[in-house]
Each structure stands twice: as C-alpha cells, then as structure tokens.
C-alpha cells in the first residue's frame, strides 16, 4: 500500500466555492427539482423570485426546494435593482409555507427587498419574525423591507434589533435597562451581573442568573437584606434561577419557597447565613434540579433537618460542597425518591468501602437513569458497587467510570443493564481490556453514545457483530499490530454498519496516546470506501499527536466530501506538514472546519 506524500490537482468537480453562498450565485447549488413557474432575475449574486398572481400556491413547492439547501449561509432576495416585472416576490411567512426552511440551520443572514416598489416587499408579521428568531439560531441579520406597511416595518424592525442585532450583547454587559424595560415582554432569560441590582416586572421571563463582580469574597451583593427579592411579582413564570457570589438571606429563600414555578435553582459560590439554613432547605422541598457548588456558612457546617424530603427532585448535583461531610451528602440524595441523575464530586477523596456498604444499594432511586461517583476502585470494587446499586437503577441508561480499573469482574457485574444502556463513557478508566470493548460493541442494542480506550483490530475479528446499530457519537481508538494491517477492510466493514453516527472521535483517551500498534488509516486503499453509508456523519476527530498522523491524500479528502456532510474533520491529517496544510485549504474551501 502507498503512503500519500503529495497533492494531486483537484478534480474538476471539486471547483465549487465553499458552501457559504447567496441565493442565486452562478455557482449556487440548484434544488433537486426545478422550482417550476417561479422565475429568478440574477445581477450581481442577488435574486427576486417573482410569482405571477396565479402562481401563489407555488410558494410551498418553492420553499421545499429551499429547504434542501441546508448549508446555506447567507440568503439574498432582494435583488439589485427594482426592475421592470410587475409580478409578486416570494412571501416568507408562514401561510405561504415558511416552516418548511427549519432545517436551514446555517442561515446567519436574510436579505430581502430594498427598492420601493410595493409589489417586491414582503408582507411579513410578528409571528413569522418569531418563528424566524427561534428557529433560525445563527441569525444575525434580516435586512430589506419587512412589510408594504411602514408603520408594521418599523415595529418588526424594533423586535429585530433587540432579538437578534443586539442577541450578542450579553459578553459587553448587556442591554440598557432602558432597553429592556421597553422590550420587557421579549425577555425570556437574562443575566444581572454587577455590583448593585435593579429587578424590573419582565412577566415572560423564565431564566434568571444573578451573580455580584466583587473580588471580595466577603463583599457580595445582597448583604444583609440590600436585596429585596420579589421574584414572584416580578418574574411570575420564573423557572430557572442561577445565584453566584451572592448573600443567602431569608428575603430569598422565602422567595424562592414561596414561588410558584421555580424549579431549577444553581448556587455557588455563595454564602448561606447560619440562621437561615432551615429556611433554605425548606426553599429546596420543591426544586426538581439542585445543583449547588462551593457553599460556605458561618460555623462551616449546614446539616440537612432529619425529616426533610425532596419528593420533586429529578436532578441533584454536589459539588465540592465542603459543609456536608460525603456520609450526609448521600443522605441527602437518599432523601430524593424520584431523582433521575446525581452527579457527586465531593472535594476529598471517600472510601470505596463507604458506597460498598451504603443503603443507596437498597432500591432507593427506583427512576435513577445517571449516577456520576467520584471513587477509584480497583476491578472487584467497582463490580461490588455495581451488583450493589443494580436494585436502585431504574432505566440505568448512563454510567461513566471516571478512573480506577474496569475490568472482566465489574464488566460481568455491568452486565445486568448492557441490553437497556444507552450513554457509556470507559474513555478515563485506568485500565480497560480491549476484548472488554468488543463486548461492549457485541452487546448494547440501544447504546447511543460510546467513549472507550483502545481496541485491537485482532480483538474486533474474533468478535461477533456489532449490534450496537443505534450509535450516534463513537470515540474510540483502533490500533494495528505490524502483522495485522490486512485486517483493514474488515474494519471498516464494522464502522460501515454504525448508519447513525454524527461523531466519530478516532484519538481515543488521552491515556491512550503512548499504546502501541499503528492507526485506523482513512484512506481509500485501505478501504475507507465502505463508509459510503455513514451519511449522518458529521464531525471526524483524529490524532493531536503528529506521530500519530493520517496519511491522508487528496483523493481521500475529495472522497469525504464527495460522500458526507461533514462540517469538521480534527486533528493531524497527514505528517507532512505541508501536506496537511494543502488537505486543510481543500476542506476549508468546501466550508469544513479543520484544526489550527
């Protein structure tokens, strides 16, 4: 097999710009099927659609054709001069079918017409700017005439500017209070970050972050009582309240307890007053999600009250919480019949023995789909916690060992959720078998998402099947012993059968980066072509390490963009630096990210 050490020219193909394009560029890909009974009158990279008056049930079929090109960046109707036809423009509302362009998830920028004739402006209203603003996620501009109306334009134009003009203003400190006082039923989240706070009525909001800009951990805003939190008359719909750097007083628990609809709240870092602990804890009773990070008080303790119960909550997340000791952070989580997920960090190390033993082995948590624990247990540990919590999962959709050794006893003790996991991460364990990960690869039917360490490419031929067909982001890493690079093809033929993959991450864990055996070469004469059915495939990561490069060559770079959708391809692909810069300028042509 040849090593690709230079670059062919391109194919004549591969001549098209980068898909950044403006509707009615010569070189604009054209839909599927032609826009029948529409005309477009191209000058200068811009078009106006014109529909004659007896046309107007082909918007639909106009906007499904649209709506294939999913790539599109920039889409300009407004054309460069008023011209001489009397017919009608594309209407862009959702009467006329605007909901059929969602999938134009790419779009940044809408231009539509300039001129003053009547006939080429839109006829837009508030609910199809709307729809645009909230579907349409990139959007930085719509420029042209928005309605016939001047009156209409100017209020469409004003919602605009606060949605989507002014959408990235939150990094330079925000809008005006003016500003959102005017547009305060726009407001759906927003972030009060300063020195002094002023609440305003902002009767849609539902997410609220509040965090104080002082360097002094002692200076935090809200001291005493300064604050006066009337979260219900001012935010009614709150959902979502996010505190950091800020003074737990009772003006805020009584708030946040007597709401009607908050049920997410995020502290920390911050300060909860000693008298005022029962009163916070009473403020939980009705969370679903509580995560709380870094939390001081006066005495350096703040014990959960013996009778408390969280019947609500779905989520629990402790992090670094200093003031509950590990033994009462679980018993807290023990107190939360129903929850789904509980992600514990606990700032020192505990005992394994300590979870071995706990009575979170007793069919606690019934619902539990995600239990991320902080211990580093040796093989015969970890199996020990597993058979233990078998009982408390319910779906057991998740787990994640974050280190310690993974290997046959606690696979077997694994075993009991392989057939209903569907989220695996093995990618940090200290030492993970690579006849341990075929298994995994053989026996998950629903598994979706997947972070091992390495596999051999002997090990995946003495396997069976890979039945694990519901996969939709795979990071793994392949190696090849020097007698094994025949193997290749059946390699490939493996991968070709993971149709759902969006994400292929082939570096594996950073504990991998010294193994030995060469690469998975992505390249046509090693079989790359039967990946041809990966067509959800979105995103390819390969090594950082230039010794352990692609070997890539133009024709295999053509290849994969002739065949997939990619939006980024990472790493080193070739160790010619050269080579890879070349291969680079090829993908970042076509409007595929590359590395630096």
């Not at 011209?83 to 423009?89: E, N």
């Not at 700017?129 to 009156?151: A, Q, V």
């Not at 200076?219 to 009337?230: P, Q």
């Amino acid at each position: 097999m040849s090593t690709a050490g230079t670059l062919g020219s391109h194919h004549r193909h591969h001549h098209h710009p980068p898909p950044t394009i403006k509707s009615g560029s010569p070189d604009a890909p054209l839909p599927p099927t032609p826009i029948v009974g529409a005309t477009g009158a191209s000058s200068g990279g811009r078009t106006i659609s014109r529909i004659k008056e007896t046309e107007y049930h082909l918007h639909q079929m106009i906007f499904e054709s649209l709506s294939t090109l999913d790539r599109l960046t920039i889409l300009d109707m407004g054309g460069s001069s008023d011209g001489s036809s009397g017919d009608a423009v594309l209407e862009f509302r959702l009467d006329c079918g605007l909901g059929e362009l969602a999938r134009l998830q790419e779009l940044r920028i809408v231009e539509f017409h300039h001129g003053s004739k009547s006939e080429h402006k839109q006829r837009l209203e508030m609910k199809d700017i709307e729809w645009m603003i909230d579907n349409w996620k990139r959007l930085t501009r719509i420029g042209g005439c928005l309605n016939r109306s001047s009156g209409i334009d100017v209020q469409l134009k004003e919602v605009l500017r606060w949605r989507v003009i002014d959408r990235d203003l939150v990094s330079n400190g925000g809008p005006s209070d003016d500003a959102i006082y005017k547009h305060q039923r726009l407001v759906h989240d927003l972030l009060l970050y300063g020195s002094s706070i002023r609440f305003m009525n902002l009767p849609n909001l539902r997410k609220l972050h509040v965090e104080s800009n002082s360097d002094d951990e002692m200076d935090y805003i809200g001291n005493g009582e300064t604050i006066h939190w009337d979260l219900t008359e001012k935010y009614p719909l709150l959902d979502d309240l996010t505190i950091r750097s800020v003074n737990v007083g009772p003006s805020l628990c009584r708030a946040i307890s007597e709401h009607p609809s908050i049920r997410r709240l995020s502290l920390g870092p911050a300060y909860v007053e000693i008298g005022n602990l029962s009163t916070f804890w009473e403020a939980c009773r009705n969370l679903e999600r509580l995560s709380l990070t870094e939390i001081d008080s006066e005495d350096g303790s703040m014990p959960v009250p013996k009778d408390a119960v969280f019947n609500r909550m779905l989520k629990l997340t402790l992090n670094g919480v200093e003031l509950l000791s590990p033994p009462e952070q679980l018993n807290m989580a023990l107190r939360c019949p129903r929850l789904e997920t509980f992600e514990w960090y606990p700032l020192r190390p505990i005992k394994v023995r300590m979870l071995i033993n706990h009575p979170m082995q007793r069919d606690r948590w019934p619902q539990l789909d995600e239990l991320r624990i902080p211990p580093e247990p040796q093989d015969a540990e970890l199996a020990s916690i597993l058979e233990g919590i078998s009982g408390c999962f319910g779906k057991a959709t998740f787990f994640r060992a974050w280190s310690g050794t993974f290997g046959p006893m606690a696979f077997k003790a694994l075993c009991f959720h392989l057939t209903i996991l569907v989220h695996l991460r093995l990618d940090y364990c200290i030492s993970v078998a690579s006849s341990t990960i075929r298994d995994v690869l053989c026996s998950c039917p629903n598994l979706e998402i997947l972070y091992v360490r390495t596999i051999y490419a002997r090990d995946i031929t003495e396997g069976g099947p890979w039945i694990c067909q519901q996969l939709c982001e795979l990071g793994i890493c392949i190696r090849f012993e020097e007698t094994e690079q025949d193997l290749h093809s059946l390699v490939f033929e493996r991968l070709s059968t993971l149709v759902r993959l969006t994400t292929l991450d082939m570096k594996g864990s950073i504990y991998d980066y010294n193994s030995s055996g060469g690469v998975l070469e992505f390249r046509l004469d090693y079989g790359l072509g039967q990946l041809a059915s990966l067509h959800a495939l979105r995103v390819i990561r390969f090594h950082t390490k230039i010794e352990q490069a692609q070997q890539l060559g133009t024709k295999d770079v053509e290849w994969m963009i002739d065949n997939w959708k990619l939006k980024g391809i990472y790493g080193h692909l070739n160790r010619n630096l050269e080579v890879e810069a070349q291969l680079k300028g090829i993908l970042n042509f076509h409007g595929i990210a590359t590395s630096p």
